[in-house]
C-alpha cells in the first residue's frame, strides 16, 4: 500500500520560515519525482516545487522562486519543502505527489497523493 504523509504545517508569522515533510511508502522511491502542490479555499490547486527522482533537476512556481527550496533525501523516503519569507497569500493546504517517472507541473499525472497539512501566514 502506497503511502504519502505530510507533517510540519503550522501558523507562522509573514516573513517566517517553515519546513513541511512528506514520508513516502510502499513505493521504490527513488524512481519516482515528487511534487508539492497547494489549495487554498476557492481557489484550485497550483503546483509549487517538483524533484527529479535523484533529486538532481528540480522545478518551482514563479510565485514561490527564491524563498522556497524542495528536497529529498531518498535514504529515508522523505520530501521536504523549505519555505521562507512566507507571506499570507501562501496560506493554503499543502499535498505532496509522486509520479512514476519525471518531474511534473501537472496534477493530473500523479499517482499517488498526500492528505495535506496546513500551513498558515498571518499578517
Known amino acids: 500500500q502506497v503511502q504519502l504523509v505530510e507533517s510540519g504545517g503550522g501558523l507562522v508569522q509573514a516573513g517566517g520560515s517553515l519546513r513541511i515533510s512528506c514520508a513516502a511508502s510502499?513505493?521504490?522511491?527513488?524512481?519516482?519525482?515528487m511534487g508539492w502542490f497547494r489549495q487554498a479555499p476557492g481557489k484550485e490547486r497550483e503546483f509549487v516545487a517538483t524533484?527529479?527522482?535523484?533529486?538532481?533537476?528540480?522545478v518551482l512556481a514563479d510565485p514561490v522562486k527564491g524563498r522556497f527550496t524542495i528536497s529529498r533525501d531518498n535514504a529515508k523516503n522523505m520530501v521536504y519543502l523549505q519555505m521562507n519569507s512566507l507571506k499570507p497569500e501562501d496560506t493554503a493546504v499543502y499535498h505532496c505527489?509522486?509520479?512514476?517517472?519525471?518531474?511534473?507541473?501537472?496534477?493530473?499525472?500523479?499517482?499517488?497523493w498526500g492528505q495535506g497539512t496546513q500551513v498558515t501566514v498571518s499578517s
Open positions: 505527489a509522486a509520479r512514476f517517472g519525471g518531474v511534473f507541473v501537472i496534477e493530473s499525472v500523479a499517482s499517488y
Open positions: 510502499g513505493l521504490t522511491f527513488s524512481v519516482y519525482a
Open positions: 524533484i527529479s527522482g535523484n533529486g538532481a533537476y528540480t
